[in-house]
């Protein structure tokens, strides 16, 4: 069993409105999309070079990235040439099918295979302040303690005391134990102590919040890599994930920071926040592709319960509003 099998194993009452709450997020997002995309087809009757331009151009302002944009104009052009897509809805309809597609090869590193996982399981979390990275922590807190589990938080970001104090919060209203120490500690001899704590508790799951500070990148390494080798004398092998958090409404400044962690650390899994209030919602599809980073998590509002595990077939159907499969 892995561990967000659980996501999967919600009630259909609760698959039905995280399904709704997907198609509100993103309602800014489709809403941007389809009414160019619509405009743009009125009285075309063929997919020529002049409509395939101009998708190019409404995937590039919706910040799906360009080289993720040229090669789904490239397969798109490739299959009217060969299946001879003649009308709107069949180019709509193939649109949808590639992009879905190249997510799925985005997503080929996904570690979770259903097999057993380590206890206690170590999830390290980095990004910038300000993506809701903390957030980002206490909903899967939530949804793992939802679950039966038992989960420690480590407060590493010990450069803010509004961090510290966020996540003890969040530990709080979630029902997860927090370890933290005095502003300025290392954060190595944090992620040291609730890891240690947890084995020597018994606890299912360690999760440990980081400085959101962009360091230049030969600073950011070396913390990190402090971190990640002081867990790894604990449990060998731990960290046994490193989710990066990005914000979708920063739109192609996701994308720099993306390159930077993933430069930086090895990112196993990606948590993209604030899709709810964003029509930047391309990010999640570019930055799945070019990083080859699965997609994870995404946020979908403010409370807790808006955490949802990506699900790249759902995402894409809402984000096209075609209804779910």
Not at 209 to 231: F, P, Q, Y
Not at 297 to 306: R, T
Request: glycine share 8%.
């Amino acid at each position: 069993m892995g561990l967000f099998d659980f996501f999967k194993s919600a009630k259909p009452s609760e698959q039905i409105q995280d399904l709704e709450k997907l198609d509100k997020s993103l309602e800014k997002s489709r809403e941007s999309l389809i009414s160019k995309f619509t405009r743009t087809l009125v009285g075309k009757t063929v997919v020529d070079d002049e409509v395939l331009d101009e998708l190019e151009e409404l995937l590039i302002e919706a910040d799906v990235g360009v080289p993720t944009t040229l090669k789904i104009i490239k397969r798109i052009e490739d299959r009217v040439r060969l299946d001879k897509y003649i009308n709107s809805k069949q180019l709509y309809s193939l649109l949808r099918e590639e992009i879905i597609q190249i997510m799925e090869e985005g997503s080929s590193k996904d570690i979770f295979s259903g097999s057993e996982l380590p206890k206690p399981y170590v999830i390290l979390v980095v990004g910038v302040n300000g993506v809701g990275k903390t957030t980002t922590i206490g909903k899967i807190a939530y949804k793992l303690v939802q679950s039966g589990k038992k989960v420690v938080l480590g407060a590493g970001d010990t450069f803010r005391a509004a961090a510290v104090d966020q996540i003890k919060i969040w530990g709080t209203r979630v029902g997860a134990r927090v370890v933290s120490q005095s502003m300025g500690s290392d954060p190595a001899s944090v992620a040291y102590d609730t890891l240690h704590s947890a084995v020597a508790a018994g606890e299912d799951i360690c999760i440990i919040d980081t400085a959101g500070r962009l360091h230049n990148k030969v600073n950011l390494m070396n913390e990190l890599s402090k971190i990640k080798n002081t867990l790894s004398k604990i449990i060998p092998g731990a960290p046994h994930e490193v989710v990066l958090v990005v914000d979708a409404s920063t739109g192609q400044n996701a994308f720099e920071q993306a390159k930077q962690f993933s430069s930086a650390t090895q990112v196993t899994a990606l948590a993209i926040t604030k899709l709810d209030g964003t029509a930047k919602g391309g990010v999640v599809i570019g930055i799945s592709d070019q990083f080859n980073i699965p997609v994870k998590y995404i946020g979908v509002g403010e409370g807790m319960q808006d955490l949802q595990l990506f699900d790249r077939r759902d995402f894409v159907n809402s984000f096209f509003h075609l209804g779910v499969e």
